[in-house]
């Protein structure tokens, strides 16, 4: 005599569902339809603490690579020499529409 147990899946509603939901858009990145994420608050915490110990300008375009690499699809697969392929203003245009986009001014320590 076998028993069976019921199968119980339950969806999740509410705010709890939406959780881990990513929120996108196209943005123009030298002249070409990219799709940028909003950065979660881990990752804006992660990225505000590296910039509370900024030492070095290098640091500084870890911040950038950080962004762009957490929050551009397939930016996870840029390495460093794919950076370095790239004019240094296109890249900042597009770490400061990542930031404005999730909430948070690209300029360190200004409030809007």
Request: no cysteine; proline share 2%.
């Amino acid at each position: 005599m076998s028993t069976k147990i019921p199968s119980v899946v339950q969806k999740m509603t509410g705010i709890k569902a939406l959780a881990n939901k990513r929120m996108s858009k196209k943005v123009k990145f030298m002249g070409e339809d990219i799709t940028v994420y909003k950065l979660t608050v881990d990752l804006i915490q992660e990225i505000q603490a590296m910039s509370n110990d900024i030492k070095e300008d290098d640091d500084n375009f870890d911040i950038l690579k950080k962004i762009i690499s957490e929050a551009v699809e397939g930016g996870n697969e840029l390495d460093d020499a794919d950076f370095g392929n790239f004019p240094l203003d296109e890249l900042s245009k597009l770490s400061e529409e990542i930031l404005k986009f999730s909430g948070i001014s690209g300029q360190k320590g200004k409030s809007s």
